[in-house]
């Protein structure tokens, strides 16, 4: 009887890529805790209602549903909830996303940072490219 061997790859390189991810994702969080308006909480502003809403309301009713919470709810908002919002906003929605629904996010994180002109450019602009490295002498 022929016997067949099945080799599986090393789940090294898995493992590397899964805490590289996990070194971005804490590096970022560092990041937006610096940023203006990062560091004050309001109220009546949950992610996890948005979420929930956008993941339970049926396909039909989902766009009405997040466009008036986010309308409603939204300015209770601070910035950083406003990011995660519009950051996960296409996931949650699906076909339900729009650019009138990004657009309303985009105008409430313009508000709460009115006080960090470069956040606001940043929205709406790509990165300057890196220098090229000095020549070698």
């Known amino acids: 009887m022929l016997k067949t061997w099945v080799r599986f790859p090393s789940p090294a390189p898995f493992s ?26 309001k109220p009546n502003c949950l992610v996890s209602e948005f979420r929930a809403l956008a993941l339970s309301s049926i396909e039909i009713k989902r766009a009405e549903a997040a466009k008036s919470w986010i309308l409603n709810t939204g300015k209770n908002c601070s910035l950083d909830r406003l990011l995660i ?44 490219p890196p220098k090229p490295p000095a020549p070698a002498q």
């Open 16 to 41: 590397a890529a899964v805490s590289l991810a996990i070194c971005l994702a804490l590096s970022a969080d560092a990041a937006l805790a610096q940023l203006p308006g990062m560091e004050e909480e």
């Open 85 to 128: 919002l519009r950051n996960n906003r296409n996931q949650w929605l699906g076909h339900a996303d729009s650019a009138e629904l990004a657009g309303e996010i985009d105008k409430l994180i313009e508000l709460a940072a009115k006080d960090s002109p470069g956040l606001v450019r940043g929205l709406y602009t790509s990165p300057d």
